[in-house]
């Protein structure tokens, strides 16, 4: 059973900058595709971007391309979330997820943390 622990999330200007991580436990890191999504009040959650098991693939949701920036360490079984430039409508809850399966940026995966609250204001 994999479990998923985000931190960082926290309060920030416009134009500031966070880095989230997402600690795996249970099962080695490099076992599975790993995603961050993210879902704002009263919005359906919406992929931000992925990455591959050995993290030499990665994508980025469009609109946040150039913005955020998806990582991973397996020596230290930790998947991040750089987010640049942030603006007010990036303010959701920040989900990690887990598959062995490559689902992308579609909310498909099997195991997800409980999430990181970001706020951003103007």
């Known amino acids: 059973q994999v479990q998923l622990v985000e931190s960082g999330g926290g309060s920030v200007q416009a134009g500031g900058s966070l880095r989230l991580s997402c600690a795996v436990s249970?099962?080695?890191?490099?076992?599975?595709?790993m995603g961050w999504f993210r879902q704002a009040p009263g919005k359906e959650r919406e992929g931000v971007a992925d990455?591959?098991?050995?993290?030499?693939?990665?994508s980025t949701a469009g609109s946040l391309k150039g913005r955020f920036t998806i990582s991973r360490d397996n020596a230290k079984n930790i998947v991040y979330l750089q987010m640049n430039s942030l603006e007010p409508e990036d303010t959701a809850m920040y989900y990690c997820?887990?598959?062995?399966?490559?689902?992308?940026?579609?909310?498909?995966?099997?195991?997800w943390g409980q999430g990181t609250q970001v706020t951003v204001s103007s």
């Open positions: 997820a887990a598959d062995r399966v490559r689902f992308g940026l579609l909310p498909r995966y099997r195991y």
């Open positions: 990455i591959s098991p050995g993290g030499s693939s990665t």
């Open positions: 249970g099962d080695t890191g490099s076992n599975y595709y």
